[in-house]
């Protein structure tokens, strides 16, 4: 079916009109005297066009009805266009228990690990990303979404003060940030840990879980590599996900970034077809170059000036 993509080109053809109307009006404003004066002297008395004018105005009008025709993009024709949209999804879990305000990483852990999360959020462009604060209870900070500098902006205020209760429950962290995970329906999203947690059987149990339900569990653990984080590990391999202790350099957020994007593997993106109108006024743009050279015969590009 014909259509054009920019119709709005058509007021164009508005200033072609009025050029018309205009030639047109000047003879007839010569015929008035012919009713007052003799006609042969009327004729005598008249300016006369050039030979050329009338293949001039001829030439101006098709040139500018192709040109404005083209620039309205004419289509008929349409083809599938494949698009991708990317489905990486990561819920940050943070830990705002009392312990995060331990000083073997100066100023404090919570400082630091506060740091780090605006680190990812800088460097995680593609995505949605959402935040999940917890003690002994779960909080949803924000849920996924594409726009980091919201995340950005609630960061600095995420400190253990403003929690109701203490407490290290990665329990109820994990449980929160899958169902923001499944809300956003992103089945095969990440859960990035950020803790000094010991965990214990039940949490292996839930990591488990949320692994088998297509969901990963990974774990950046503060403090020093002295520190045993050997439980955090066994989560992180039961969750499936992957593990960084912190380290004062980037290297443990771009490990745990890389491997976020290396698990995603085939799901990262999803396929979908988009129609796409092909634009036909190149061809008619061709019409014009014989009216070009026509315009270059003796006399008439003189009339066109």
């Known amino acids: 079916m014909l259509h054009f993509l920019r119709p709005e080109w058509f007021w164009g053809l508005l200033p072609l009109s009025i050029l018309l109307l205009l030639f047109y009006i000047k003879p007839q404003r010569q015929s008035r005297w012919k009713n007052i004066i003799a006609p042969y002297l009327v004729d005598e008395l008249a300016v006369k066009p050039a030979h050329g004018s009338r293949l001039a105005i001829f030439l101006i009008f098709i040139f500018w009805l192709i040109t404005i025709f083209a620039l309205a993009g004419p289509t008929w024709k349409q083809q599938p266009q494949p698009l991708f949209k990317n489905n990486q999804a990561v819920v940050i879990a943070l830990d705002l228990s009392s312990q995060m ?7 404090n852990l919570i400082t630091r690990a506060r ?27 924000s849920p996924l979404t594409q726009d980091n500098h919201t995340l950005l902006n609630m960061v600095t205020a995420l400190t253990p003060a403003i929690m109701p209760v203490d407490g290290e429950n990665l329990s109820v962290a994990m449980l929160k940030a899958a169902k923001l995970l499944w809300q956003a329906d992103a089945p095969h999203g990440t859960i ?6 010991v965990p214990n059987a039940k949490d292996y149990r839930i990591a488990a879980d949320l692994h088998s339900k297509g969901l990963l569990v990974s774990v950046l653990a503060m403090g020093f590599n002295k520190n045993d984080f050997s439980g955090l590990a066994h989560l992180v391999a039961l969750g499936g996900g992957h593990f960084a202790s912190f380290t004062n350099d980037d290297a443990d957020e771009t490990e745990l970034l890389n491997s976020q994007a290396n698990s995603a593997g085939s799901v990262d993106t999803q396929q979908t077809n988009a129609h796409h109108w092909y634009d036909e006024g190149r061809y008619f743009i061709m019409l014009l170059i014989p009216l070009l050279l026509l315009a270059f015969r003796r006399g008439v590009l003189e009339e066109l000036l």
């Open 101 to 107: 305000l331990r000083t073997d990483i100066k100023p």
């Open 115 to 141: 740091y780090k999360i605006e680190d990812i959020l800088n460097k995680y462009k593609d995505g949605r990303m959402g935040m999940v604060a917890f003690t002994n209870e779960a909080y949803t900070v």
């Open 192 to 197: 990035l840990l950020i803790t000094t947690a």
